[in-house]
């Protein structure tokens, strides 16, 4: 079973989340960072940026993550938006 969203631009699309912050970069185009998952209850795993990614690591090993998943605020992209964002966030390897 698989979630689905009508994005103004692509049309019916199976879903993906992202944190709020790549969410606005869809937009903005700010090279914010990209990383993912390996959730698969959706058509994509949950994607947050490099700020996100800092907070993540930052949690001591052991500890839920649920106040972190809060914390990043995420939001439903449809499939295409996550790919394109995927391609346009991810920016140089540092
Ligand atoms: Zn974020
Ligand atoms: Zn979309």
């Given at each position: 079973?698989?979630?689905?969203?009508?994005?103004?631009?692509?049309?019916r699309?199976?879903?993906?989340?992202?944190?709020?912050?790549?969410?606005?970069?869809?937009?903005?185009?700010?090279?914010?960072?990209?990383?993912?998952?390996?959730?698969?209850?959706?058509?994509?795993?949950?994607?947050?940026?490099?700020?996100?990614?800092?907070?993540?690591?930052?949690?001591?090993?052991?500890?839920?993550?649920?106040?972190?998943?809060?914390a990043?605020?995420?939001?439903?992209?449809?499939?295409?938006?996550?790919?394109?964002?995927?391609?346009?966030?991810r920016?140089?390897?540092?």
């Open positions: 079973m698989e979630d689905q969203v009508v994005c103004p631009e692509y049309g699309q199976g879903i993906g989340l992202a944190c709020t912050h790549v969410a606005h970069a869809v937009d903005s185009g700010e090279p914010v960072g990209f990383f993912w998952g390996d959730d698969v209850d959706t058509a994509r795993p949950d994607a947050w940026c490099r700020a996100c990614e800092r907070a993540l690591r930052a949690v001591p090993a052991g500890q839920s993550t649920e106040a972190w998943f809060a990043c605020d995420y939001k439903v992209l449809c499939v295409a938006c996550w790919d394109s964002s995927k391609h346009r966030l920016g140089p390897r540092r």
